[in-house]
T-cell receptor
Framework: AQSVTQPDIHITVSEGASLELRCNYS??????LFWYVQSPGQGLQLLLK??????LVQGIKGFEAEFKRSQSSFNLRKPSVHWSDAAEYFC???????????FGKGTRLSVIA | GAGVSQTPSNKVTEKGKYVELRCDPI?????LYWYRQSLGQGPEFLIY????????DSGLPNDRFFAVRPEGSVSTLKIQRTERGDSAVYLC?????????????FGPGTRLTVL
């Protein structure tokens, strides 16, 4: 069965500092991997996705993520965090055939001045 | 174009009551998903439709939960005899539903509170 682990429940970073959110997945085949962001009272917005090919994927809002098969990881990074990045971030895994996504429990990002 | 919409945005009900939550997917999307997000958790899958039929309902927690999509567009999630543990945000998503993997677009959710 697929599973996703986000080890960090809450992270606080200073505005302008770099960010890395961790995600580890468990899946028997090549996974489809996603990062979503959820602001308070808002729906989930897709930041980026990995299906195949280049293991470093670029997303919206200056985010990127790197797929590392050997570590079963798909960590999200941003070189310089903005106050507006404060939100909940979810990593998710899916499979071919439009199967439902399996989400991690999320990491809440706080940004301080 | 219009995204996925869900109504109502908030629903407060009493324990034991029946509720219906509605999802309007993006036009042309054949796949529709319901997820439930409890406080402090990630979304958890409930049921997935491909067209009018439920392709996978393995996430429904018990027989109090039921969902329909009679014409292959709008879907309704129905909860009978609500319990306090049903309180959560119910998210709907839709996708093109092709043979590969299509991005799921999420609605803003319905926050259900069972008193």
């Amino acid at each position: 069965a697929q599973s996703v682990t986000q080890p960090d429940i809450h992270i606080t970073v200073s505005e302008g500092a770099s960010l890395e959110l961790r995600c580890n997945y468990s899946y028997g085949a090549t996974p489809y991997l996603f990062w979503y962001v959820q602001s308070p009272g808002q729906g989930l917005q897709l930041l980026l996705k990995y299906f195949s090919g280049d293991t470093l994927v670029q997303g919206i809002k200056g985010f990127e993520a790197e797929f590392k098969r050997s570590q079963s990881s798909f960590n999200l990074r941003k070189p310089s965090v903005h106050w507006s990045d404060a939100a909940e971030y979810f990593c998710a895994v899916g499979a071919v055939g439009n199967t439902p996504l399996v989400f991690g429990k999320g990491t809440r990002l706080s940004v301080i001045a | 174009g219009a995204g996925v919409s869900q109504t109502p945005s908030n629903k407060v009900t009493e324990k034991g009551k029946y509720v219906e939550l509605r999802c309007d997917p993006i036009s042309g999307h054949t796949a529709l998903y319901w997820y439930r997000q409890s406080l402090g958790q990630g979304p958890e899958f409930l049921i997935y439709f491909q067209g009018t039929g439920a392709a996978d309902d393995s996430g429904l927690p018990n027989d109090r939960f039921f969902a329909v999509r009679p014409e292959g567009s709008v879907s309704t999630l129905k909860i009978q005899r609500t319990e306090r543990g049903d309180s959560a945000v119910y998210l709907c998503a839709s996708s093109l539903g092709g043979q590969g993997f299509d991005e799921q677009f999420f609605g803003p959710g319905t926050r259900l509170t069972v008193l």
